[in-house]
């Protein structure tokens, strides 16, 4: 079992606030972890010392080439997370980013996974 990190609730605070301020998000539990879905698909996954790795972090989905670009460049706040890493996923550490970057971020990986239309109707007003 998982032992959880300090702050870790304060950090999923910050997370669930910015996803809920979405449209069409939904939060359920999913590997253990609240995880953030729009349309059905998984956008974003809150990851607290998964396997005992030491961060206190979110999963995000990212554009192709995104994760190469913010691990490359800023290794002290991006992470290459497990299992969805290979897909171009992108791990944020929450003690290393502010919450203007972090729900554009976020909003960047609700935008990649969000259904075209339900996306195309919000902008309608």
Same mark, same amino acid.
């Given at each position: 079992?998982k032992?959880p +990190?300090?702050?870790?609730e @304060? #950090?999923?605070?910050?997370?669930?606030?910015?996803?809920? @301020?979405l $449209?069409?998000?939904e939060?359920?539990?999913? #590997? =253990?972890?609240?995880?953030?879905?729009t349309?059905?698909?998984?956008? @974003?996954?809150?990851?607290?010392?998964? #396997? #005992?790795?030491?961060h206190?972090?979110?999963?995000?989905?990212?554009? $192709? =080439?995104v994760?190469?670009?913010l691990?490359g460049?800023?290794g002290?706040?991006?992470?290459?997370?497990?299992?969805v890493g290979?897909?171009?996923?992108?791990?944020?550490? +929450?003690?290393?980013i502010?919450?203007?970057?972090? @729900?554009? +971020?976020l909003?960047?990986?609700w935008? +990649?996974?969000?259904?075209?239309r339900?996306e195309g109707a919000n902008?309608r =007003?």
């Amino acid at each position: 079992m998982k032992s959880p +990190l300090p702050d870790s609730e @304060a #950090h999923l605070k910050r997370v669930r606030s910015i996803c809920a @301020a979405l $449209p069409g998000t939904e939060e359920r539990l999913s #590997h =253990g972890e609240p995880t953030f879905f729009t349309g059905g698909r998984t956008f @974003a996954m809150f990851a607290n010392n998964h #396997h #005992h790795d030491g961060h206190i972090g979110v999963w995000i989905a990212a554009a $192709p =080439g995104v994760q190469q670009m913010l691990v490359g460049t800023r290794g002290d706040v991006f992470f290459r997370p497990p299992y969805v890493g290979v897909r171009g996923w992108v791990g944020v550490e +929450l003690e290393r980013i502010d919450d203007e970057e972090l @729900a554009s +971020l976020l909003t960047d990986a609700w935008r +990649l996974i969000t259904p075209k239309r339900r996306e195309g109707a919000n902008r309608r =007003g």
